[in-house]
């Protein structure tokens, strides 16, 4: 039977945690993404259960211990067609990276589109020469 140690109240890890029928498992800390198709959300696993093979992420959400073989873990509980939950690897951080940007860029044009009165005439078209040059570069290719 694998070592246990209580980290905090309520967090119980294993130093040896088996593998779940051959997959690989979370470990406390592991982060993880977590997906609908309105909400992407970074989390991590903030305690892990060995007797029930789940694990709590920060979010709240329970998965399943083992890890499959694409890299996703399966939700407990009520699921959605569209949840994914994902390891954290370099393709995931460059989804999530893309998914703040696309959320900052909106943010920023809004905020130049109330801003407009106040700014000034060389100011405009400084930055509609800026936004022209990102269009051509990287929407009209």
Do not use: C, F, H
Not at 45 to 52: G, H, L, W
Not at 116 to 129: A, G, T, V
């Amino acid at each position: 039977m694998a070592k246990r140690k209580k980290i905090k109240p309520g967090k119980v890890i294993s130093e040896n945690i088996p593998d779940i029928e051959g997959k690989k498992k979370l470990k406390v800390g592991q982060q993880v993404l977590y997906t609908t198709p309105y909400l992407m959300d970074k989390a991590e696993v903030e305690s892990i259960n060995i007797k029930d093979k789940t694990a709590i992420l920060t979010n709240q959400v329970k998965v399943s211990l083992g890890v499959n073989s694409d890299g996703t873990l399966n939700k407990i509980g009520i699921i959605g067609k569209e949840l994914k939950i994902m390891t954290w690897s370099e393709e995931v951080e460059v989804m999530y990276l893309a998914y703040l940007a696309k959320n900052n860029i909106s943010t920023k044009l809004e905020t130049i589109k109330k801003s407009i009165k106040n700014i000034s005439d060389e100011d405009l078209i400084n930055i509609d020469n800026k936004l022209s040059k990102i269009i051509n570069k990287y929407i009209q290719q």
